[in-house]
């Protein structure tokens, strides 16, 4: 039965004194979430409003759910979907995702990593950054490689990468409306474009390049991916290509991971599909968030008898 969630926000400031946007889910009920989970949303994208059918549904199962809109998204400061450095993004996130599993009531918790889109790209670098860290992820069709049909010519690239510094902020880049591509219900299609907080005009030069450098590098290095995942795509994903999820299950070297296809979805699984084939993802998604997290925890729960028979040990022995 899904528990009772509590909402929470806070602003914090980053390294470089932008003021951050944070927020959290958690369960009422229940006095210790089963795991953590932190949300890296996509392009554009924001996590209080477009993310709250996730931090609620994931909260409602059981889990402790994090956000962070990045510098230049949602209700965070910073010019408006200027990414002037991807791993700052990425850097952000580490620190304050870090922070809440430091905190004392977290401890032995398991710390799983969800992934839409951009979001993907932005969880498989915190992997990276540091393999043993994280648990596992949900990445849901993640930016981790370009499409042979969306791939910039070499030409196209210099250009731009000879303008970049001179009009990094400039929205001149070429591109479709992402979000007839990317919601298949209409209605919520129609939400979406009355969210203020979502990005909805053309990409910054910058950005774009930013993102085209990010992709292009996950996509050299997948088989450093270590950690358990579930990868999630929609069949009829025009946005990321369906190809991309399965170079990344084909190339990881993780020893556990899982491929999910929907035919006939499209690249918003949870937020712009009909109910029912959102249903479907989450169930999904929570039934394997479920497994590894008990798995997590017992590993948890037997380190912590051993600790507490060694500490018993010395009390006696003194």
């Known amino acids: 039965m899904p528990m009772d969630v509590g909402y929470q926000e806070e602003f914090i400031c980053n390294s470089r004194g932008v003021k951050l946007f944070t927020c959290r889910w958690l369960p009422i009920s229940s006095p210790s979430p089963k795991s953590l989970v932190f949300l890296c949303h996509g392009y554009g994208m924001e996590c209080s409003v477009f993310m709250k059918e996730v931090g609620m549904t994931l909260a409602g199962a059981g889990y ?3 956000g962070l809109d990045y510098e230049g998204h949602g209700k965070s400061g910073g010019i408006r979907c200027l990414i002037k450095k991807f791993d700052n993004l990425v850097s952000d996130c580490d620190s304050f995702f870090k922070d809440i599993c430091r905190k004392d009531e977290y ?9 839409e889109s951009m979001g993907g790209a932005v969880a498989l670098l915190l992997h990276k950054r540091d393999p043993a860290f994280w648990d596992s992820a949900v990445l849901l069709a993640p930016m981790c490689k370009i499409s042979e049909k969306m791939k910039p010519s070499p030409m196209v690239v210099k250009i731009l990468t ?6 990094p902020k400039w929205k001149i880049v070429p591109a479709k409306d992402v979000i007839d591509s990317a919601f ?9 474009r009355r969210n203020k907080l979502i ?16 992709s292009m590098d996950l996509e050299a290095n997948l ?11 929609g069949m009829e994903d025009t946005v990321t290509d369906p190809e991309i999820s399965l170079a990344l299950y084909n190339s990881a070297r993780s020893s556990d991971k899982t491929i999910k296809n929907y035919p006939g979805m499209w690249h918003s699984l949870t ?11 989450f169930f999904d998604i929570v039934s394997w968030l479920d497994k590894h997290s008990s798995a997590i925890n017992s590993i948890g729960r ?12 010395r009390r006696s022995s003194m």
């Open 162 to 167: 000879k303008l970049e510094y001179i009009i």
């Open 223 to 233: 088989s450093q991916i270590t950690f358990p995942f579930l990868v999630l795509h």
């Open 107 to 115: 401890r032995g918790k398991g710390k799983f990593l969800y992934g």
């Open 64 to 66: 402790g759910v994090y």
């Open 271 to 281: 937020y712009g599909e009909p109910s029912e084939n959102v249903g479907i993802v």
């Open 199 to 214: 990005y909805q005009e053309k990409p910054r030069l910058k950005t774009a390049l930013e993102m085209l450098r990010t």
């Open 184 to 192: 298949k219900d209409p209605v919520k299609r129609d939400e979406i």
């Open 302 to 313: 037997a380190d912590q008898v051993i600790l507490d028979q060694r500490n018993e040990g």
